[in-house]
């Protein structure tokens, strides 16, 4: 009896499983499944024109075009985010892939790009039918590997949907155009309230999908949609980017994500709590050094309520982090709270990559209840004694 409901239930989770697309790596995501007439061997790469999908797992409308690592670009060798080809979108041009989603669910893509020639490229995400869109601005490297990994979210409106990433941009040279790799999906969902912390996905660990590989973090750019976020909870409020880092190859605080503040007061997180008017709130952060040799000072900006108050990473030989808390009184129902990097960090190694303050294990809670207990106890025997004065 018991081996058959695990039956049903391991074909229940079948049926369900092979409904609804997996997380991780889209069918050629990182585009080295070699097209009909094999990767081209020329310098040149291989156009793809307007005709009939030619790589597999997607469809193509304009000068798509396969790109391999080592292939000159002008004067430059190109680079190529991970594997050995990726995709170069021309002018106007598009890469699409038809997905089966989960009706209702938030999904985070997470795509790498690189620039090519022109100085601002941007590339428009977006997601039909219901047409949810993003412009993602290329115009800053944050790294010294000339790429950087994106992420963006979608609520699916369908259970087919189609995934669109074009370049808006009308570049004199055709040969320009951003590179696209390594484009994965991830199903978000909302972790529970922790008891005694307001915060929600304060530790950060529910995110964007990160390569096992992606030394680098995942870029989060402006959003400003709180219900379709890749990060659940919280919000990127600002015109720059935060960066989503993982322990394999930064110092995270606690258990495997963390933020990485950057470009000082240009990359705002925030997230409205839960709070009860006129009651009193300790919010505490863990805040440091990710170990990828930014150049210190290292200080965060931390709001809660109407309180500002600005924390400077005093390094410790023996941790990477120290814990930082800000008292407030709640003025409403729900209260910001918000942190940027005091200053505009870069690596020592590398003077245009940029870094910042590690941020982790946020919590909001209130004013310890102990105190008025113990206050009401007292009261409640105060009464006890007067009544027994009166009657006794
Ligand atoms: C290809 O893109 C052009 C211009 O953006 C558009 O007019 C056309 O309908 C697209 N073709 C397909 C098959 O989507
Ligand atoms: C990361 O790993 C994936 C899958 O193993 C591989 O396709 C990709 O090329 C790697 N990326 C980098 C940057 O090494
Ligand atoms: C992005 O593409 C979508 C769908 O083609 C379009 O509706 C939207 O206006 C575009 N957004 C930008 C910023 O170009
Ligand atoms: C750092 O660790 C050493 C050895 O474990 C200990 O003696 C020292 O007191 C610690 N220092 C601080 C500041 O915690
Ligand atoms: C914050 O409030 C707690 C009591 O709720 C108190 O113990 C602590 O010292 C306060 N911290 C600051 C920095 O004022």
Not at 163 to 176: H, R
Not at 360 to 383: I, N, Q, T, Y
């Amino acid at each position: 009896m018991l081996s058959l409901t695990v039956h049903v239930a391991l074909l229940l989770f079948a049926a369900h499983s092979a409904l609804a697309i997996e997380d991780g790596l889209l069918v050629n995501g990182d585009f080295e499944a070699p097209p009909t007439a094999g990767f081209a061997s020329t310098s040149e790469g291989l156009g793809l024109g307007d005709g009939p999908t030619t790589i597999p797992g997607w469809q193509t409308n304009g000068t798509v075009e396969l790109v391999s690592a080592g292939q000159q670009q002008g004067a430059m060798i190109l680079i190529i985010p991970g594997g050995t080809h990726a995709v170069r979108l021309g002018n106007d041009a598009q890469i699409s892939q038809d997905l089966k989603v989960e009706k209702g669910s938030v999904y985070a893509l997470t795509f790498s790009a690189a620039r090519t020639c022109a100085q601002l490229e941007s590339l428009n995400i977006s997601v039909g039918p219901a047409q949810a869109s993003s412009a993602v601005d290329l115009q800053t490297v944050y790294t010294d590997q000339g790429w950087d990994s994106y992420a963006w979210a979608f609520e699916a409106q369908e259970e087919d949907v189609k995934l669109m990433i074009k370049n808006p941009g009308m570049e004199e040279d055709p040969t320009c155009g951003p590179i696209i790799d390594d484009v994965a999906v991830k199903k978000m969902f909302v972790p529970d309230k922790v008891k005694d912390n307001a915060v929600l996905n304060g530790d950060f660990e529910e995110g964007p999908w990160v390569f096992r590989n992606e030394s680098l973090g995942v870029l989060l750019p402006t959003n400003l949609d709180e219900d379709s976020t890749p990060l659940p909870g919280w919000i990127v409020e600002s015109n720059r980017a935060v960066r989503y880092v993982d322990s394999n190859h930064f110092d995270v605080p606690q258990e495997k994500r963390a933020i990485e503040l950057l470009s000082g007061k240009e990359g705002i997180i925030s997230q409205m709590v839960d709070t009860t008017p006129k009651k009193d709130y300790t919010l505490s952060f863990s805040m440091g050094q990710g170990g990828d040799k930014c150049k210190e000072p290292l200080a965060v900006m931390a709001f809660a309520g109407d309180q500002a108050q600005n924390f400077h990473y005093m390094p410790d030989s023996n941790s990477t982090f120290q814990r930082a808390s800000l008292n407030f009184t709640a003025k409403a129902e729900r209260t910001r709270i918000a942190f940027y990097s005091v200053y505009y960090n870069t690596r020592s190694d590398h003077m245009s990559s940029l870094c910042g303050p590690v941020l982790d294990d946020v919590r909001v809670w209130g004013a310890s209840r102990s105190f008025r207990m113990k206050v009401g106890v007292l009261s409640l025997g105060m009464w006890v004694v007067v009544l027994g004065l009166i009657f006794g």
